[in-house]
């Protein structure tokens, strides 16, 4: 943000937490699939921290979003299948909820779009408090 003074900037991140563990990027397939394995037939939290800042207008607004997010029982061939075909390297929790891991999930509690990585809903609301 001190680099652009004068415009809005907006940063965010996405964790998974499940049973006091943060499931961050996998590093590889065997990562991804262990993470896949763990989170199966589970509720989970899918949590994105966006940080709003324009320094010129003295704003900086920091907040979070949460969403639980609970899977069917995923099969050893779905996950399998998951990985080699959409390679979910660069998703927390090694899965996007956009794509066709879409089937595997059983229920949403709370903004669909958070779990994609970006609370649109929430994030709106708050830079509408700033004007």
């Known amino acids: 943000a001190y680099k652009y003074p004068n415009q809005l900037v907006v940063g965010a991140d996405t964790i998974v937490a499940y049973d006091k563990k943060i499931l961050g ?3 590889n397939e065997k ?7 763990m989170l199966s037939g589970k509720t ?8 709003i800042q324009y320094i010129d207008k003295d704003i ?4 979070y ?3 639980k997010v609970t899977f069917n029982n995923l099969s050893k061939s779905y996950i399998s299948y998951y990985i080699d075909t959409y390679k979910p ?9 956009q ?3 879409a089937v595997c999930v059983n229920k949403i509690d709370g903004c669909f779009y958070n779990v994609m990585g970006f609370p649109l809903s929430r ?9």
Not at 31 to 37: A, E, I, K, P
Not at 60 to 63: P, S
Not at 89 to 97: H, L, N, P, T, W
Not at 123 to 131: D, M, Q, S, T, V
């Open 31 to 37: 990562d991804s699939y262990d993470m896949l394995t």
């Open 44 to 51: 989970h939290k899918v949590i994105t921290g966006v940080s």
């Open 25 to 27: 990027k996998p590093k």
């Open 60 to 63: 900086n607004k920091t907040f």
């Open 65 to 67: 979003e949460s969403t």
């Open 89 to 97: 390297y660069d998703k927390a929790g090694s899965y996007g909820i």
């Open 99 to 101: 794509d066709w891991f």
């Open 123 to 131: 994030f709106w609301k708050e830079i509408n408090k700033l004007r």
